[in-house]
């Protein structure tokens, strides 16, 4: 004596749920996929991900770093 429905039996699908016409064929269904994500480059791999200027020397490196240390560093 079981409460789940009889899987043999499938459910009448509501009325809102259908929509006639081409639109409803059209319309492909998700699909998952399996790939590795780890193989894909992200934002966080690339020095710009991070907030990295790419562009500057030596003598600007030198500036931010000097510009940007806490007061109790000095």
């Not at 499938?10 to 492909?28: H, K, L, M, W, Y």
Request: proline content about 16%; hydrophobic content about 25%; glycine content about 6%.
């Amino acid at each position: 004596m079981s409460t789940a429905p009889d899987p043999a039996s499938p459910e009448p699908e509501p009325a809102s749920d259908r929509e006639p016409g081409p639109a409803s064929a059209r319309r492909p269904k998700p699909a998952l996929v399996f790939d590795d994500p780890l193989e894909q480059q992200s934002s966080d791999d690339t020095d710009r991900g991070w907030g990295e200027r790419t562009d500057g020397d030596s003598a600007a490196d030198l500036k931010r770093f000097l510009d940007e240390k806490p007061p109790h560093h000095l």
